[in-house]
């Protein structure tokens, strides 16, 4: 038996985590056969859409492309170099905002954070629906704003590719690497802070 | 048969979204009698830990505190007066925060976006588990620095309480009546930008 070359994405066969989560991983290998039908685009949409804010403020946009089109190559475009060799094979690219102030002028303080927090949500319905998701920072802000109309207090974060995984994509040997290469974190002894051992006496 | 009181939580009974999305809702009443064991909290930080990151930075620190103890009780007094009401109840508080400069000094610009991303995963952990989440901006940030050993690039963003959901819990009468008012979003239409649209030509 051929042993899966992504066995090595899943972080621990032990884990107590659910599927969608530990299974989860950011390809760059996605099937340009893959059409992102609407239903399924607006669920995607809806699962960011009841994710919680402070206090509900919501202080999120989604840019929403669709593969084929001139608005998809328009986002295409704005992408750093590397991305700019498999992100066209995604079935779709969203252009993931936050919202800088509400609609009294008041700063929103955690735009960033729920914004994060949408996308997530978005990553998990994507997931539970067999899709792959990988998000990029590396993108012309400038660019999705002198080619888009979003508003002044809008501020692209992030492009997100959601599409179909395919194993077989054709990609460049230093990315197919990185395809099968193990998924690692921080230990957890790293990012937690013992709260017994960090209260000040 | 008695309708369901929380029934209004869930946002549309013919929606695709997975349940652990669409039956989440930030409860403020808390079983005071359930007790968070070290296998679930372990889950419930790995689901963290596991979570995207730009360059995969992992931006994140949890501080840990479960009900009983002294930390826990100097996380309680570090809230805003109403989250001090039913807080206390959660079976552990955990104090999410962002990490602002990697180890070389360099700003790490995704750190809220990405810290927003993990405590989803973990809220979704959580839910999956049978628990309930509900996170709180309203705590002094100072309180937290001056009773807890964080470090200088560590900042508190959110109090995250995890415990389990009392349908029944004892709640002031004003908040009581939140536990079961519907869940509302804006509209798709509202956060939605259609590229077809918003492309300058």
Redesign the interface.
């Known amino acids: 038996m051929t042993p899966d070359p992504f066995s090595a994405k899943v972080?621990d066969a032990g884990?107590?985590?659910?599927p969608?989560?530990?299974e989860?991983w950011?390809p760059r290998g996605f099937d340009p056969s893959h059409v992102m039908d609407e239903?399924t685009l607006?669920?995607l949409?809806?699962?960011?859409?009841?994710?919680?804010s402070?206090?509900?403020s919501?202080p999120?946009?989604?840019?929403?492309?669709?593969r084929g089109?001139?608005?998809?190559d328009?986002?295409v475009r704005s992408l750093a170099g590397a991305n700019q060799v498999w992100a066209p094979h995604a079935s779709c690219l969203i252009v993931a905002?936050r919202v800088m102030s509400d609609d009294r002028g008041g700063l929103l303080?955690?735009s960033?954070?729920?914004?994060?927090?949408?996308?997530?949500?978005l990553?998990?319905?994507a997931e539970?629906l067999g899709l792959s998701v990988h998000?990029m920072?590396g993108f012309s802000v400038e660019a999705i704003h002198?080619?888009?109309?979003?508003g002044a207090s809008v501020e692209p974060?992030?492009v997100v590719a959601v599409g179909r995984f395919d194993p077989d994509a054709d990609l460049p040997e230093d990315l197919r690497e990185r395809e099968s290469a193990p998924?690692?974190?921080?230990a957890?002894s790293e990012?937690?802070?013992?709260?017994?051992e960090?209260?000040?006496s």
Chains 1, 2 share one sequence.
């Open positions: 972080p884990s107590a985590m659910v969608v989560l530990a989860r950011s239903p607006a669920c949409l809806e699962a960011a859409q009841w994710s919680p402070a206090s509900n919501q999120w946009r989604f840019l929403v492309t669709v089109t001139p608005e998809f328009a986002v905002c303080r955690w960033a954070y729920d914004l994060g927090q949408a996308v997530a949500c990553t998990v319905q539970s998000q920072g002198e080619d888009f109309d979003l974060l992030v998924r690692d974190r921080r957890l990012i937690v802070v013992d709260g017994r960090a209260l000040r």
